[in-house]
């Protein structure tokens, strides 16, 4: 397992040898992820330049520089879900969100992500998955996405595929998530919210593959590879491992 501070800043720490210090992380990490990094796995040799299932991450609009987050904050209108949204700050803790399988398809903790798979997002601090539908967004009026489900289980439209350029989701790419269900990519196109939310980005999906949709992976704890994923416990289902 790795604690990143994302790839323009230093890292936290690599964990090597010896035992994970939880007080060098205390004041980047909500609790539950200092929980995740003190209990998990604790070593590993290299940085791993992929997403694996099972890791927790931030994800930077490239564009508009915001990060995709969420909050108990609910639209006013539209679907009245949990609301979705991008903002400037690095350290907020609502903007962390753990890769998973869907609901028919595993993702064994550590398995490498491959360009075109389907996978939900579920927020960290909610367990709300990454979530649209054909309601309208409440700024831009494209397409709304919001946060849904309890516990990590909400139903198909938490589906997301990964497109990227190779064969597996590196780090260091830009990408987009297109919406299984609705064929619409994640999108920011730079609209804000005012109060109570004063200053967030809307984050929306819209049709067109556009600079506006393409999002890399910035800070986050990235889970190692396993050397058996077949035998290893399946994190597809549940969302108690965070």
Not at 53 to 70: A, T
Not at 125 to 147: D, I, K
Request: charged share 20%; aromatic share 8%; proline share 4%.
């Amino acid at each position: 397992m790795q604690i990143s501070e994302g790839h323009r800043r230093p890292l936290v720490f690599l964990v090597g040898m010896g035992n994970l210090n939880c007080a060098v992380v205390t004041r980047f990490l909500p609790a539950l992820l200092l929980l995740l990094s003190c209990i998990l796995e604790p070593s590993i040799s290299t940085e791993l330049s992929f997403v694996t299932c099972g890791s927790v991450i931030k994800l930077l609009n490239l564009k508009h520089n915001v990060r995709l987050h969420s909050h108990d904050v609910r639209y006013g209108s539209g679907s009245g879900q949990q609301s979705v949204t991008g903002v400037s700050e690095v350290e907020d803790s609502n903007s962390y969100w753990s890769v998973r399988g869907t609901s028919d398809t595993f993702c064994h903790r550590g398995t490498p992500v491959k360009c075109g798979q389907t996978i939900r997002l579920t927020h960290v601090n909610t367990g709300r998955n990454l979530h649209s539908h054909y309601f309208t967004s409440p700024l831009s009026s494209n397409q709304e996405v919001s946060a849904f489900g309890e516990g990590g289980e909400g139903d198909h439209l938490d589906e997301w595929t990964v497109q990227c350029s190779g064969s597996v989701w590196k780090r260091e790419e830009a990408v987009r998530f297109r919406h299984r269900a609705t064929d619409a990519l994640l999108s920011v196109t730079g609209e804000q919210y005012g109060r109570p939310i004063h200053g967030q980005r809307e984050v929306h999906a819209m049709s067109s593959p556009n600079q506006h949709n393409l999002w890399k992976v910035m800070e986050g704890i990235f889970m190692k590879p396993s050397e058996s994923p077949a035998g290893s416990r399946d994190y597809s289902h549940t969302h108690t491992e965070f």
